[in-house]
């Protein structure tokens, strides 16, 4: 029998970054743990008035300095000896004036953050429809399993894109630059009266101005569900040897986003951004207006 090796979409250690810096932010909780561990430590040095931390000073330190003490006794005391051992590099720790512990502060100096993503705002807002924002976030991170990277990892030989076979399957060939996925955008450009570079789009939705906040918003909650649907489609032209139209596919993401929308973003009351949701969001909207 052959070996199955299974492949991930992202590290852990990825997902646990904050969402500024490409991850989802979820908290890791051995770092966590430490971090919280660590407020018993610096009551402690604080001599803060509770009655454990008397008991501590009265049975374990007897008039010790904290700092540097060196003796342990029960399996939690020793814990907290140790969190404090790793805390003494903490740039303040031992300064226990003025400011109360922050668990926060602690556990961010702990988790080496990675230097902080540009297109975060696009991917993770409460408007984007969950599932949507995912796959665009791996889209961003460049972690889906597109042709170019299963080639790469061993798992097949063809890296042909399925849908136009004109060019390597990759995520830049995907998003925008194969024909589907490029008239899919023109569709999308034309409804909304602008033009959307077919690369470094990301980069063009930040720095672009808008006439409205609202505007920015829609935009990019579109650019978010076509990205979703694109690899949905991808995925149907794979594995079921279905081929989606345009047209179809644009009309789609419409509805998906009209009523997301209505039910996060209130009445304009300028009627020319109003009459611009209607042309963008199309039947879509009208349909999510009943």
């Not at 430590?41 to 540097?68: E, F, Q, R």
């Not at 668990?103 to 961010?108: F, G, I, L, W």
């Not at 690369?199 to 006439?211: G, I």
Request: proline share 2%; charged share 25%; net charge positive.
């Amino acid at each position: 029998m052959g070996r199955f090796r299974k492949t991930v979409f992202e590290r852990f250690y990825s997902i646990c970054q904050d969402k500024n810096d490409g991850g989802h932010g979820i908290i890791k909780d051995p770092h966590w743990n430490i971090a919280s561990i660590g407020k018993y430590a610096w009551w402690v040095m604080a001599k803060k008035d509770h009655l454990w931390v008397k008991w501590v000073h009265s049975i374990y330190l007897k008039g010790g300095d904290w700092g540097t003490y060196q003796r342990g006794a029960s399996w939690a005391w020793r814990r907290i000896f140790w969190v404090k051992e790793q805390f003494l590099e903490y740039n303040g720790f031992l300064n226990i004036s003025g400011t109360a512990y922050q668990t926060r502060s602690r556990y961010d100096w702990l988790w080496k953050k990675e230097q902080q993503v540009t297109w975060h705002k696009l991917v993770w807002s409460r408007l984007k429809i969950q599932k949507h924002a995912f796959i665009c976030w791996l889209v961003m991170r460049k972690r889906l399993h597109t042709y170019d990277r299963m080639k790469r990892m061993g798992i097949g030989e063809d890296d042909m894109c399925p849908i136009c076979a004109d060019d390597n399957e990759s995520h830049e060939h995907l998003f925008f630059l194969c024909n589907f996925s490029s008239s899919c955008l023109q569709l999308v450009s034309s409804s909304c009266g602008i033009m959307i570079p077919r690369s470094d789009w990301e980069a063009w939705w930040r720095k672009s101005w808008f006439r409205s906040i609202i505007r920015k918003k829609i935009i990019g909650m579109l650019l978010c569900s076509l990205t979703y649907l694109i690899w949905w489609a991808r995925n149907r032209c794979v594995h079921d040897r279905v081929f989606m139209r345009p047209e179809w596919l644009v009309q789609q993401m419409r509805f998906m986003v009209a009523i997301r929308v209505q039910k996060n973003i209130p009445f304009v009351k300028r009627r020319r951004h109003e009459t611009w949701k209607k042309n963008v969001l199309g039947d879509g909207y009208s349909y999510a207006s009943l």
